[in-house]
T-cell receptor
Framework: DAKTTQPNSMESNEEEPVHLPCNHS???????IHWYRQLPSQGPEYVIH???SNVNNRMASLAIAEDRKSSTLILHRATLRDAAVYYC????????????FGKGTKLTVNP | DSGVTQTPKHLITATGQRVTLRCSPR?????VYWYQQSLDQGLQFLIQ???????AKGNILERFSAQQFPDLHSELNLSSLELGDSALYFC????????????????FGPGTRLTVL
């Protein structure tokens, strides 16, 4: 499975935008980029996914670099409820199609 | 609430024992996944079932087994339990077995916390 690299932790203030980076320099053409987050004492929660183009949904935006070697999850206005561990995961189309979770980025949101 | 239910919430047992964890997927989801989350190993994929058939295997020990029943609920059986099996066990479900295709997401249950003493 292709690997991803994320910072161990990041901090943000409430109501400010947060940009969570992910490097995936060995990504292949058939790899989808998925983001999940895990709030304290809960199961992981799907956030967003994409292949090549930027994606938006009600939770976040996903900005994918032109060469696809990196991506950024954008939370437009962080709330205290966004404090969680965020995981960037690559899934290969037609491959084993399982979620391989790394260590993720622990996001702290300050009031 | 993801729509995925897991029972029991907590389980305390002794080494050498056997336990069964139960998962009911979201309505309409045919694919069920099991994950183990421990402090030192993080979230690890164990096994996937799709419509009753095993579809993918991860780091599942031979002492562990799972099955998916005709009503699509799934059970994870853990036997000859060791102290190191203490962990959170999550079940997830998805509509399609192919995560790379839309809609693409898995929905996770609240987990079962297993403590082996």
């Amino acid at each position: 499975d292709a690997k991803t690299t994320q910072p161990n932790s990041m901090e943000s203030n409430e109501e400010e935008p947060v940009h969570l980076p992910c490097n995936h320099s060995t990504i292949s053409g058939t790899d989808y980029i998925h983001w999940y987050r895990q709030l304290p004492s809960q199961g992981p929660e799907y956030v967003i996914h994409g292949l090549t183009s930027n994606v938006n949904n009600r939770m976040a935006s996903l900005a994918i670099a032109e060469d696809r070697k990196s991506s950024t999850l954008i939370l437009h206005r962080a709330t205290l409820r966004d404090a969680a561990v965020y995981y960037c995961i690559l899934i290969t189309q037609g491959g084993s199609e399982k979620l391989v979770f790394g260590k993720g980025t622990k996001l702290t949101v300050n009031p | 609430d993801s729509g995925v239910t897991q029972t029991p919430k907590h389980l305390i047992t002794a080494t050498g024992q056997r336990v069964t964890l139960r998962c009911s997927p979201r309505s309409g989801d045919l694919s069920v996944y099991w994950y183990q989350q421990s402090l030192d190993q993080g979230l690890q994929f164990l096994i996937q079932y799709y419509n009753g058939e095993e579809r993918a295997k991860g780091n599942i020990l031979e002492r562990f087994s799972a099955q998916q029943f005709p009503d699509l609920h799934s059970e994870l059986n853990l036997s000859s339990l060791e102290l190191g099996d203490s962990a959170l066990y999550f079940c997830a479900s998805s509509r399609s077995p192919w995560l790379a295709e839309p809609p693409g997401e898995q929905f996770f249950g609240p987990g079962t916390r297993l403590t082996v003493l």
